[in-house]
T-cell receptor, first 115, second 112 residues
Framework: KAGVTQTPRYLIKTRGQQVTLSCSPI?????VSWYQQTPGQGLQFLFE???????NKGNFPGRFSGRQFSNSRSEMNVSTLELGDSALYLC??????????????FGPGTRLTVL | GQQLNQSPQSMFIQEGEDVSMNCTSS?????WLWYKQEPGEGPVLLIA?????ELTSNGRLTAQFGITRKDSFLNISASIPSDVGIYFC????????????FGQGTTLQVKP
């Protein structure tokens, strides 16, 4: 069974631009969560989507947004990029949005560098 | 906000030694998770714990769900060079949601 895939793996953008990252969950998984990982702040939750609806949201500004498609694939968008947005963006999938034994599996991440 | 305090921050050990790390929280968790992350990769789930007092093994790894539900421990026995990486504890906020909070990580280095 293929794991979580994320594209692109690496991205370089300049301040003020916007970026879209893509995530394909494990087959059969319907919940997708996004995380930002930086050396200073560690792993921080951005948002979770299930059945094309945002179910949970972290403490990030409105520049960070996401969506989920009917096939469970998800995208996240960051507008008006800032230097501090440079990070590894991780996507994780799980079968449903609730329940024990329903743990998250992570993709390899997209490394975003903002110049 | 809610935090998971993980210690130690880093460890440099000799191959064959045992390793212990722990994670504490000010709040109760219903699930404790332990992940390992290697350079250039995403975290990989090692062990999931669902019940206070539970002790679960995965090969040379053993993790325990603290009886207070506010802590968890991970032990690695007879370490080998491929154990190198960053180990994270994590727990879901608000029950079993997809919103995980992570510890700061324990960086493990193993000297052959």
């Amino acid at each position: 069974k293929a794991g979580v895939t994320q594209t692109p793996r690496y991205l370089i953008k300049t301040r003020g631009q916007q970026v879209t990252l893509s995530c394909s969950p494990i087959s059969g998984h319907r919940s997708v969560s996004w995380y930002q990982q930086t050396p200073g702040q560690g792993l921080q939750f951005l948002f979770e989507y299930f059945s094309e609806t945002q179910r949970n949201k972290g403490n990030f500004p409105g520049r960070f947004s996401g969506r989920q498609f009917s096939n469970s694939r998800s995208e996240m968008n960051v507008s008006t990029l800032e230097l501090g947005d440079s990070a590894l963006y991780l996507c994780a999938s799980r079968r449903t949005s609730q329940g024990i034994g329903n743990e998250q599996f992570f993709g390899p991440g997209t490394r975003l560098t903002v110049l | 906000g809610q935090q998971l305090n993980q210690s130690p921050q880093s460890m440099f050990i000799q191959e064959g030694e045992d390793v212990s790390m722990n994670c504490t929280s000010s709040s109760i968790f219903n699930t404790w998770l332990w992940y390992k992350q290697e350079p250039g990769e995403g975290p990989v789930l090692l062990i999931a714990l669902y019940k206070a007092g539970e002790l679960t093994s995965n090969g040379r790894l053993t993790a325990q769900f603290g009886i207070t539900r506010k802590d968890s421990f991970l032990n690695i026995s007879a370490s080998i060079p491929s154990d190198v990486g960053i180990y994270f504890c994590a727990g879901p906020l608000g029950g079993n949601t997809g919103k995980l909070i992570f510890g700061q990580g324990t960086t493990l280095q193993v000297k052959p």
